[in-house]
C-alpha cells in the first residue's frame, strides 16, 4: 500500500503503518462479507476529531489516503454505501474540502450543534447526495417516549432536505429500545404520506 504519510516525520510514519494495517484488516472484513451477500455497507470516515490532527496535509496522508483506499475498495465491490462522518468537531469551513469527495451514496452527519454547524441542507448542497440522520441518538431516541420521537422525527422532516432518509446522527446503540425506533420509522412514514 505505500506509506503516504512518509515525509511527515516519525510520528505520522508510526500513524500510517497503524492506519495501514487498519485498513488491510477491513478490507479482509468487506471482502468476507460481500462473499456472504452482503451489498452495501455504513463506512465510517476516521480523522473527524479535528483536535487530534487538525493540520490538513497531516491529516490526508495519514488518515484520508487510507479512508480512501477502503472507500473505493467497497464502492467496486456493492452497490449500495453510506458514508458516515463520524463524530466530527472541527468548523464547518473545513468540513466540505475534508470529505466531498469520499464515495457514497448517501451521506450520514453529525446533528447540528450550534449555530455553525452543518444542517442536514447544507450537508444535501455540499455532497449534492441525499443525506441520512436528524435524530440524536443518545437524546432524544434512545431515551425519548414514542411521542416525542414523533415530535422530534417531525420537527427534522419539516425542516430537512426533500432527498432524506430519517436516521441516527451515527450508530445506534443495541440498547435502544425497539419501540423507539418503530415510533421515527412510523413518523416519517406519515409525514411523507
Keep these: 500500500m505505500g506509506n503516504p504519510g512518509q515525509a511527515c516525520g516519525p510520528d505520522a510514519e508510526s500513524v500510517s503503518r497503524g492506519m495501514e494495517n487498519i485498513t ?24 473527524g476529531e479535528t483536535n487530534r490532527i487538525a493540520e490538513r496535509n497531516l491529516f490526508n496522508r495519514t488518515i484520508k489516503s487510507y479512508d480512501m483506499i477502503l472507500y473505493k475498495e467497497v ?28 464515495p457514497g451514496q448517501v451521506v450520514n452527519v453529525p446533528l447540528e450543534a450550534d449555530s455553525k454547524s452543518l444542517s442536514l441542507s447544507d450537508a444535501s448542497r455540499i455532497f449534492n447526495r441525499p443525506v441520512m440522520g436528524g435524530l440524536d441518538r443518545h437524546g ?7 411521542e416525542e420521537i414523533k415530535k422530534a422525527a417531525i420537527e427534522v422532516l419539516k425542516n430537512a432536505p426533500a432527498n432524506i432518509i430519517l436516521g441516527a446522527n451515527c450508530t445506534v446503540d443495541n440498547k435502544t429500545p425497539v419501540v423507539n425506533l418503530k415510533a421515527a420509522i412510523n413518523a416519517a412514514h406519515e409525514f411523507r404520506s
Excluded: W
Aim: net charge negative; with cysteine; proline share 5%.
Design 75 to 102: 464502492s467496486e465491490l456493492v452497490p449500495f454505501n453510506i458514508l458516515h462522518v463520524c463524530d466530527y468537531e472541527g468548523s464547518y469551513e473545513e468540513f466540505e474540502p475534508k470529505f466531498r469527495d469520499y
Design 140 to 146: 432524544v431516541l434512545s431515551k425519548g417516549s414514542p
Design 24 to 47: 488491510l484488516s477491513i478490507l479482509n472484513f468487506v471482502h468476507a462479507a460481500v462473499q456472504m451477500g452482503v451489498d452495501g455497507f455504513y463506512t465510517c470516515t476516521q480523522g
